[in-house]
């Protein structure tokens, strides 16, 4: 028996709510989270078509973000798993409650003249004895674990598969069934559905290439650098301090970065932080000077500082001139 409803194969149940790709713009939009047409196109078939969706890209780019923006925007809770090497069952689905059943275990060997009573046999008390056994091992000794809570969510949840490529094979194996068919096998208990499908959404960072039997079960998103005109929208929406004058020469500068040959070009995130340092020294004009001090909140390696800072003039130039601040 299920604990918690079921679900027919090929037939998951979920609820009518997202009626076009443009609801999905304009419903993130309204939570901070300025989406490209490709990725309001995923998130809309996802929800439709009941399938996780495997998030790809560099780190910072707004897969994280994603999650916790639809979850917003659905008013679902978001439950969270943070994929790690050595990430296992116990940690991600469920374990049992040891202290409560050794507590348990207790009260039954102070009360077992009472539980054998007169039994005439010896098989006829160890049945009985079994019947506790099996109790100790039933739902209100489990602690559910993110799996297994974002299953039994009464109405549904947005579960977060954080950087899944972290976690070992054999954890990516063991998500087939939840990913499949929303449900799970525990040995003690049998399996549990769940009634409304969590809106899953798996991240990876590409650290390794993840199995062929986890992508057929996804569809499939990469979510790569933004181009000027949505990156600026992305910071108006973010920090809207941020003047129009300065985010164009913000946007230009950081884009002609990413051209250049360096091991971590910086992400949306990164942009971000950088337009609010410069909103709080007040600048309203690029100058070589200030962004050679700030230039360490962008990139994160010192060789990647020195190859942008042997540019740096010729960088900040084409940004003013790009932001139609010079001829």
Not at 79 to 98: F, N, P, S, T, V
Not at 256 to 277: F, I, M, N, Q, Y
Request: aromatic content about 6%; hydrophobic content about 40%.
């Amino acid at each position: 028996m299920p604990l918690s409803g079921g679900i027919a194969r090929g037939a998951p149940e979920y609820q009518e709510g997202i009626g076009s790709i443009e609801e999905v713009e304009a419903g993130l939009s309204e939570v901070g989270y300025i989406p490209s047409r490709q990725i309001a196109t995923a998130v809309y078939l996802a929800h439709h078509l009941r399938k996780p969706m495997l998030v790809e890209g560099p780190a910072g780019v707004g897969k994280t973000e994603l999650a916790k923006s639809i979850a917003a925007w659905l008013e679902l809770p978001l439950i969270r798993m943070q994929c790690y090497e050595g990430l296992d069952e116990a940690k991600a689905l469920y374990e049992w409650k040891y202290g409560k059943q050794l507590l348990y275990t207790q009260i039954l060997r102070d009360k077992i003249g009472e539980v054998l009573g007169d039994t005439p046999t010896l098989d006829a008390a160890i049945g009985k004895l079994h019947d506790f056994g099996d109790l100790f091992f039933s739902p209100e000794f489990l602690e559910p674990r993110p799996l297994l809570r974002a299953l039994q969510a009464p109405a549904g949840a947005v579960l977060l598969v954080d950087e899944v490529d972290k976690s070992d094979q054999e954890f990516e194996a063991f998500l087939l069934e939840i990913l499949s068919d929303y449900q799970v096998t525990i040995p003690e208990i049998g399996r549990v559905s769940a009634n409304v499908p969590p809106v899953v959404v798996l991240t990876s960072n590409n650290m390794r290439d993840l199995g062929d039997a986890l992508k057929r079960r996804c569809l499939h998103l990469h979510i790569g650098f933004p181009d000027p005109k949505l990156e600026s929208r992305i910071i108006e929406s973010r920090v809207p301090e941020a003047g129009e004058r300065l985010r164009r020469q913000l946007v230009a500068f950081v884009q002609s970065l990413r051209g250049l040959d360096l091991k971590k070009s910086p992400s949306v995130s990164e942009t971000l932080d950088w337009a609010r340092v410069l909103v709080l020294l007040h600048v309203g004009v690029l100058e070589a000077g200030l962004v050679r001090d700030t230039l360490n909140v962008l990139l994160k390696f010192e060789t990647d500082i020195e190859t942008a800072g042997r540019q740096l003039g010729e960088l900040v130039g084409k940004a003013r001139r790009e932001a139609g601040l010079e001829a």
